[in-house]
């Protein structure tokens, strides 16, 4: 967990027998999304840590673009972009099923899934962006939190304990975990930029959510803290983004 | 086939038993891909088609922003996005298979459909923009013929009739082949903007793979020459799309 980030020069590790090799990096919400699918379907991995700053020379060769998060199969294929990860960890390893068995609600979660990118976009430019206008700010906070509202709304209107049901996570409490996780970050940065009170008024059932995914088995293995993301987006929107941060605390 | 595209005003026909309603247009490639998979899953479908820039009020409360293609399932849900849609047709429907029954096989595929969004934008701008700057026109081709080679490239390695196999298409073979229906009308608008020997000797096993295709029942139950698609794409050039031209012809 607390190992380097691999940059250029350094050498490639053969592939585990019996394990599914992850290139990851610690602090990247997709490649979070392909390391608890992989925890929560119990796969065995072995997680090589990528510097997105100064990449190993061999990972532009096995995937276009040197892609994180991507997935080495023994016989040499790679997979990546984190949906498509997910979803091969579903197909590909036992029990739990984390889609639906039902197509209509699989479907209706994967909808779900893919609105989730407009949040996604106004929180990244809030937690990481190193020049955000402070005049913008309350508007992409507004953003955010408003489709974390619609979330919340459709979770209470589930009335279950997760999206995918009271049993456990699905996919769909997975693929949007990540962002749920580093959400503390923006009321630490921006403190007076929005009425806080009232969107935890607005965001009731999805925090209770966000205290019982915390007790996830798959969410604990890589929870990190509010105070350690906000420490490592302090140094991304400094221009000096730490992969490493963790094995220095 | 050959029905009017409904409008404001229209009334919503109830849903019919035993049949799976889809709402589309009928020159949209999005809307053909659900088509296709209906099709080729061998699902009774009752298609309505929409005008798009005059839509029926009712589907604006069926579908966020009315979008086409969506599903209508009996029980009132509404599953919307082509991808979505065209594997909620293979989970919920029994033989053929579309995907690949190998995780990785599939998941690459599903890689290649992500994938061919560069080509298809590149197409919507030569086939349908009013205003394309002439200059820019043999980059656009260049750009959507490049992807095109690529796919044609990884057909010739797979050494098969069909990505998916040599039995029959697959999900990636339905999910690009809109795109290819079309892609004949770029040299009846261009002539002379590339070198089209060149560029079909850059994508003879594709050339191959279209002829095959035409001949997939799916297909050639939605499939129009490219002398009508090149008469549609005209009507949308000059601001004045179509959608009932197929009733007039």
């Not at 953003?143 to 999206?163: A, D, H, I, P, Q």
Request: charged share 25%.
């Amino acid at each position: 967990m607390s190992a380097l980030h691999l940059t250029t020069g350094a050498p490639c590790a053969p592939l585990q027998d019996g394990k599914v090799r992850i290139y990851a990096m610690r602090f990247c919400p997709y490649s979070q999304r392909a390391l608890l699918t992989s925890a929560a379907k119990n796969v065995e991995t072995d997680v090589v840590w990528i510097n997105l700053k100064d990449k190993p020379e061999w990972l532009l060769e096995k995937s276009p673009g040197g892609k994180v998060p991507s997935v080495e199969i023994a016989d040499g294929r790679v997979v990546y972009e984190s949906l498509i990860i997910a979803d091969y960890f579903d197909d590909a390893f036992a029990e739990p099923n984390l889609h639906s068995k039902d197509p209509v609600s699989k479907a209706v979660d994967r909808i779900l899934v893919e609105g989730w990118g407009k949040a996604g976009s106004s929180f990244y430019q809030l937690a990481f962006g190193g020049s955000v206008d402070p005049e913008k700010i309350p508007e992409l906070i507004k953003e955010f939190e408003g489709v974390v509202s619609t979330y919340s709304k459709e979770l209470e209107k589930r009335g279950t304990k997760f999206f995918s049901g009271d049993e456990r996570p699905g996919m769909l409490d997975y693929m949007i975990w990540p962002w749920f996780e580093r959400r503390p970050v923006i009321p630490i940065f921006f403190p007076d930029a929005a009425n806080w009170d009232e969107i935890r008024q607005n965001s009731a059932a999805i925090d209770q959510w966000y205290n019982r995914m915390k007790e996830d088995s798959a969410v604990a293995k890589y929870f990190l803290t509010p105070e350690i993301h906000h420490k490592y987006c302090i140094t991304v929107k400094e221009g000096n983004s730490d992969f490493d941060m963790l094995t220095k605390l």
